[in-house]
C-alpha cells in the first residue's frame, strides 16, 4: 500500500515536472528613434521579468521602413535585445501589419487593396474629363430649413435658423434620405458642422447598401467648440443600386451641434492605383480603347 502510494506521488511529480511552463506576454508598441522610450521599455521588461512573463510582443512603426532610420535606432534595439535576453524573456518583432497597413504601404502606395469604378461616364470638353451623374443624384433637403426632404429625422433634431440642431439628448440625432445610385461609382458627401460644447458623440456620415452594408469609413473631426467647418467624404456603392445616407449622432451627446449645407455628387475614381491588378481602362462611346499618355 505505501509502495503503491509513493509510485503515485512519484508519478504525479514527474507528471509536473513535465508540463509545459506556461507563457505570458506583454505587448510593446514603442518607437525606438528616441532613447528615452528604448529606457522606458528596457525598464518594463525588468518589471514584467519579475511578474514572471516570458515574451514581449514589440512593435514600431519603423520596422517597416529600417532603410530611413536615424543612426541611433540601431543602438537603441540592441539596448532592448540585451536586456531581455539578461531578463530571460524573448522578444518577438511584429513585422507584418496587416489592417492598418500604412506602414507597409510606405514603400508603394499602389500595394493597396482598391475598390472598383466601372463604366463611369466622362464629357471631355476642352481638354478636361467631367463626369456625367448617372443616375443624377441630389440632397433635397440639404438646405436643412425644415424637416422636408429626408426620409425620417429624429425627434431629437429641430430647425434653428436654417439649420438643423442637434439637442443634449440620450437617443439617436440623425437624419436620412434614400438614394438610388449606379453599383461601383464613387461618390462625395459633404456637410457643414457647428458646435457648442458638444462631446460625449460621435458625428458621422453613414452610407447603408445593400444587406445593411457600411460603405463609408472616414471619421469625421468634430471639435468641441467649432465655428461652421465643412467635412467631406467619399464612397463606393459597391454593388448596391440604392444607398441610405445618413448625417447624424447615434447613442447621444452633450451640448450642441447644427449641421447644414449637405451634399452628394457622384465624383469618379478617386485615388487611383497603378498596378497590372487596378488597370485603369479609358474607352469611347464606340467602344474604342484610349491609350493614357497617348490618346
Known sequence: MIFRSLLFLFSALAVQAA??????????????????RANDVVALLERSAKSGYTHALVTDSKFSRLATVMPNYAPNVEKVKAAAKKLGIEIVPAVFPVGYSNDLLFHDPNLAEGLPVKDAPFVVKDGVAAIVPDPAVSLPGGEMNDRKGWDFIDDSLEPDGGAMR????DANARLNKKLKVSPFRQYHASVRIRTEGFGGGVPEIKAIGKNGRQLQWTNLKVSPDQDWTRQDVTFNSLDSDEVGLY????????????WDDATISECGPSNLLRRPGAPLLIKKADGKVLTEGKD
Open 19 to 36: 508540463a509545459p511552463r506556461k507563457e505570458r506576454w506583454i505587448y510593446i508598441p514603442t518607437n525606438f528613434q528616441v532613447d528615452e
Open 166 to 169: 442637434s439637442k443634449v439628448t
Open 247 to 258: 448625417f447624424g449622432i447615434w447613442g447621444g451627446h452633450r451640448g450642441t451641434l447644427w
